[in-house]
């Protein structure tokens, strides 16, 4: 069965710390991937997205996410975190050709001041 | 303008009653989903419609039933509310295309059956 991974359920970081979230899948085709954050109370954003091309994506609020095919990851990454990136990280894949976006379980991050 | 938007934001009710959540989308997106977040924030899809027709059904129990009365707009009802269907529900879209564009999402409703 199609799945998402996401590794790190919790994160704690200070301010101006580096960020890595870990996100793996399992499906042999073609994926599209994403990386969405939801913020307390709120609805999911799209942070970035990865189609095709480019194996590093650039996103919003200084986000980034690499696709390594090879290991079926698209980890995303952040060089210096704000208080404000306190939230949930979800990674999501949708198959080529299907209507299915498939998320990962969520990454809760938090970021002291 | 809101892209997807859902009525009503909280839904608190007791056990054994039916209610509905409604979503519109004016995006223009040809499919629409729900999803269902438990507390563990855990995002699971429960139907997709695709110019009102359902193409996506997941292991959901029939109490719920989505209605898509034309491709902007798709409800969910659920008759005996259970408390384990205490969750966040979202509304989403996404246009046509393959997979090439990201789904939008509501705002959520947060229904609590006590």
């Known amino acids: 069965a199609q799945s998402v991974s996401q590794h790190n359920h919790h994160v704690i970081l200070s301010e101006a710390a580096s960020l890595e979230l870990g996100c793996n899948y399992s499906?042999?085709?073609?994926?599209?991937l994403f990386w969405y954050v939801q913020y307390p109370g709120q609805h999911l954003q799209l942070l970035l997205k990865?189609?095709?091309?480019?194996?590093l994506v650039k996103g919003i609020k200084g986000f980034e996410a690499e696709f390594i095919k090879s290991k079926f990851s698209f980890n995303l990454r952040k060089p210096s975190v704000q208080w404000s990136d306190t939230a949930e990280y979800f990674c999501?894949?949708?198959?080529?050709?299907?209507?299915?976006?498939?998320f990962g379980t969520g990454t809760r991050l938090k970021v002291l001041a | 303008d809101t892209a997807v938007s859902q009525t009503p934001k909280y839904l608190v009710t007791q056990m054994g009653n039916d209610k509905s959540i409604k979503c519109e989308q004016n995006?223009?997106?040809?499919?629409m989903y729900w999803y269902k977040q438990d507390s563990k924030k855990f995002l699971k899809i429960m139907f997709s419609?695709?110019?009102?027709?359902?193409?996506i059904n997941e292991t959901v129990p029939n109490r719920f039933s989505p209605k898509s009365p034309d491709k902007a707009h798709l409800n969910l009802h659920i008759n005996s509310l259970e408390l384990g269907d205490s969750a966040v529900y979202f509304c989403?879209?996404?246009?046509?295309?393959?997979?090439?564009?990201?789904?939008?999402f509501g705002q959520g409703t947060r229904l609590t059956v006590v």
């Open positions: 989403a879209s996404s246009q046509d295309d393959g997979g090439y564009t990201e789904a939008f």
């Open positions: 499906y042999g085709g073609t994926v599209n």
């Open positions: 990865y189609f095709s091309g480019d194996p």
């Open positions: 999501a894949v949708r198959p080529s050709g299907t209507y299915k976006y498939i």
């Open positions: 995006l223009g997106h040809d499919t």
């Open positions: 419609y695709n110019n009102k027709e359902l193409i």
